[in-house]
């Protein structure tokens, strides 16, 4: 009986022994995202343009690597003549982050409007969030914002590793 009574205690004194999973401490990402189209499809319902497409990317600052990318462009005309253009992507990288080499997956969203339904036309504002990771960037978490013209882009947001 009282061997029954003492492993509840030692398991308990086990776990207040373990040490606590700690996340590191956040840190600033920021750098450039520049990148191409590499193929596009368009298909259209009324005064909406949908354009899926894939592009290339090349990261520089804290995340240092290239991409290759899947989004789709959402361009809706207004009444008053504007046009409304959201993107939401996913983004497949590989490289380094804070001199540890890897790849993850991130999703980003933006939106812009124009006068056009050419999404180059004006300046894009969007987030990013960083959503799988393997190498030594398995432990990596994020997000931020990006913007910018189309094909050269800010990025800035926080990161930090388990």
Known sequence: MKKLLA???VAAALIVAAPP???GPPSDAEGEWTYGVTGIDFRYAGNTTFAYGTEHSYFT????????????????EMRTGMFN??????????GSVEGRDGTMTMKFVGKQT???CDPSD?????TWTVVGDEGDLADLHGQGTWTGP?????YAGRIHFD
């Open 150 to 154: 189309s094909f050269d882009l800010d």
């Open 61 to 76: 600052g804290t995340f240092d690597g290239e991409s290759d990318d899947e989004f789709v462009v959402i361009c809706h």
């Open 114 to 116: 124009s006068t056009t």
């Open 7 to 9: 492993l509840p205690l």
């Open 85 to 94: 253009n959201w993107v939401r992507g996913t983004i497949d990288f590989t």
């Open 21 to 23: 999973a700690m996340a």
């Open 122 to 126: 004006a300046i894009w504002n969007g």
